[in-house]
């Protein structure tokens, strides 16, 4: 073996074990709930997503631009431990979308969650301020179909507004971004 291949395998080791490193601790999938066990404010499901919400967003493509905004109505609802979220978007090009989530929230802060587009099922963890969540979901057909991975993490603000931050995967590789807020709808 040359030393030029040796050296070429050596660095494609390196690059590959730097890649690995970095999506592992240093990048936005990296993160787990062990990372907000003491943040502040603490989020409570129950009590921070209740009620007529409103969700303003915007959604970035794989190269990072934006691609799409939208706002949506949420309408939430507890019975104990189970949560009843109903969505409403309206997205800028005019189509609409619906989706309704069920949520069991168990006593040490995991939880399930299914919904008509996600096969199977969600799970996540509040863990201090931030909710993660991991979940299969599938496009609409108009949107090709495919069945995503996706990474949700809400983050709750002092003044009780949620910040929230997904990715979406397929293979691995990131095909969009989503980035929004949710807070108590205006009942005036």
Same mark, same amino acid.
């Given at each position: 073996?040359?030393?030029?291949?040796?050296?070429?395998?050596?660095?494609?080791?390196?690059?590959?074990?730097?890649?690995?490193?970095?999506?592992?601790?240093?990048?936005?999938?990296?993160?787990?709930?062990?990372?907000?066990?003491?943040?502040?404010?603490?989020?409570?499901?129950?009590?921070?997503?209740?009620?007529?919400?409103?969700?303003?967003?915007?959604?970035?493509?794989?190269?990072?631009?934006?691609?799409?905004?939208?706002?949506? !109505?949420?309408?939430?609802?507890?019975? /104990? @431990?189970?949560?009843?979220? #109903?969505?409403? &978007? %309206? *997205?800028?090009?005019?189509?609409?979308?619906?989706?309704?989530?069920?949520?069991?929230?168990?006593?040490?802060?995991?939880?399930?969650?299914?919904?008509? !587009?996600?096969?199977?099922?969600?799970? /996540? @963890?509040?863990?201090?301020? #931030?909710?993660? &969540? %991991? *979940?299969?979901?599938?496009?609409?057909?108009?949107?090709?179909?495919?069945?995503?991975?996706?990474?949700?993490?809400?983050?709750?603000?002092?003044?009780?507004?949620?910040?929230?931050?997904?990715?979406?995967?397929?293979?691995?590789?990131?095909?969009?971004?989503?980035?929004?807020?949710?807070?108590?709808?205006?009942?005036?």
């Amino acid at each position: 073996m040359s030393d030029a291949f040796f050296y070429f395998c050596l660095g494609m080791a390196l690059v590959i074990i730097t890649v690995f490193v970095r999506a592992r601790f240093a990048d936005f999938r990296g993160q787990s709930a062990e990372d907000y066990v003491d943040a502040h404010p603490h989020f409570d499901m129950r009590q921070h997503l209740l009620g007529p919400m409103v969700c303003e967003g915007v959604i970035f493509g794989p190269l990072g631009r934006m691609t799409s905004t939208f706002v949506a !109505d949420f309408n939430v609802s507890w019975d /104990g @431990n189970t949560g009843h979220i #109903a969505e409403e &978007f %309206r *997205y800028d090009d005019g189509s609409t979308q619906n989706r309704a989530w069920t949520i069991e929230l168990n006593d040490d802060g995991s939880f399930k969650a299914l919904a008509d !587009d996600v096969p199977g099922e969600g799970k /996540g @963890n509040v863990s201090g301020s #931030a909710v993660l &969540f %991991r *979940y299969p979901i599938t496009l609409p057909q108009d949107a090709g179909g495919f069945t995503l991975n996706a990474f949700d993490c809400m983050y709750l603000a002092p003044n009780g507004t949620v910040v929230n931050r997904s990715q979406f995967r397929k293979f691995g590789f990131k095909v969009a971004e989503l980035v929004a807020t949710i807070r108590k709808a205006d009942t005036a």
